[in-house]
């Protein structure tokens, strides 16, 4: 799954689901402390009720498995949201949507089978052909051997993929971020991986150049995400990478070029930022005030880590501080994914969580409109959800101009649920 061992990581799972009285067949060989239970004020959580309708059961099979990331665009150019996900193990899926939600496993017939330990997705018009190309980043396949470790497939226009003639360079990886670094107007790419990061910029014909010596500063961190955004509001993408040991906050010279400066714009003085396992970063202005903040989602599969999620504030010039224990509450506690939409239609950012809590995989806290998150007790999707959340995807998927979501499952069938706000 992660840099950490398969079985080090359902170590951890057992000793989390023996809190909830949960079998594990797997033996337990180092077993972690469990992740602190989520306390619930019943009295005091804002209400959201029923927000959306749960579609799960017209998913089409092969959704089945781990499915470590998913993302959704047009792929095949009939003005709809298709699926892609990243499973791992097994060969990576597609899901074509006919427009009204409904989705078809149409993988066999436009994606290369492949099994690789798939961790995240990159989606872009790589070689500027005016339609959707897919990058799938793998772990540990190099760890035994299976090269190339990374697919890299090019649209025919239709929604069919083939290989890309240019190969990514193998690493061990989790994190794919795109974005135009070098101003160009093509896609870039970042690529987080179990040492060194790659900056790949791109070639304008459809494949990059390695310029990570000299564009990035030398790093050795297990990396499990990147995102790009202007924190520092100079007009230009600079970058956070969520590690397992310590994130970083890498600025932007202008040009493409990065710089270390995490001492001086990361704050907390409530945990130690090294004891943080970071697994999602999600970007977004959640006080109204103009700037990026961030929201850290944390697991603590490597012992001794804070399993508490965090919530970063912005000044409005990159420096990020915690406010964690007085605007999450309750602190969201082993998250795998975050992501933000306006759920209760009031002009604000609230926030979803998915985590491997079995009996609460999905969490919606409410903004107060000034970055102050509430969770709700009520059952906005209609019904109690379980099993184990890793990924989130948010998109109009029935062409009604409102958002859905889409669940990714750990072991499980994935979910989709579409929104019935007015």
Partial sequence: MKQTSKTQIYCALCAIFSVVGISCR???VQPLAPPKPVAVDTTTKPRTQALFTDVSAMLPSGTQG???????ADLDGDGDNDLVLAMEFIPNVILINDGAGNFSNESLSRLPQVMRDSEDIALADFDKDGDIDIIFVSEDDILTNRR???EYYLNNGKGVFTAAPYRLPDSE???IAVADLNNDTYPDIV???AGQDFVLIND???GFIDETEVRMPSLSDITQDVKLADIDNDGDLDMFLGNENGNKILVNNGQGVFSDETQRRLISQFVSLSALETRKVTFQD???DGDVDVYLSNVAFRQGKNADSRLFLNNGSGIFTDVSPTQLNPNANFTLDGMFLDFDNDGDADLITAGFNPNVPFTMFINNGRGTFQATTDQ???KAVSGRGISLEIADFNKDGKKDVFFGMFGDVDLLFLSKQN
């Fill in 204 to 206: 304008k014909a459809g």
């Fill in 26 to 28: 797997e033996p337990v």
């Fill in 191 to 193: 690529i987080g991986n």
């Fill in 66 to 72: 781990s499915t470590m990331d998913v993302a959704a």
């Fill in 286 to 288: 959640v006080d109204a």
């Fill in 380 to 382: 906005p999707f209609g």
């Fill in 148 to 150: 190339p470790t990374h």
């Fill in 173 to 175: 990886a989790n994190a």
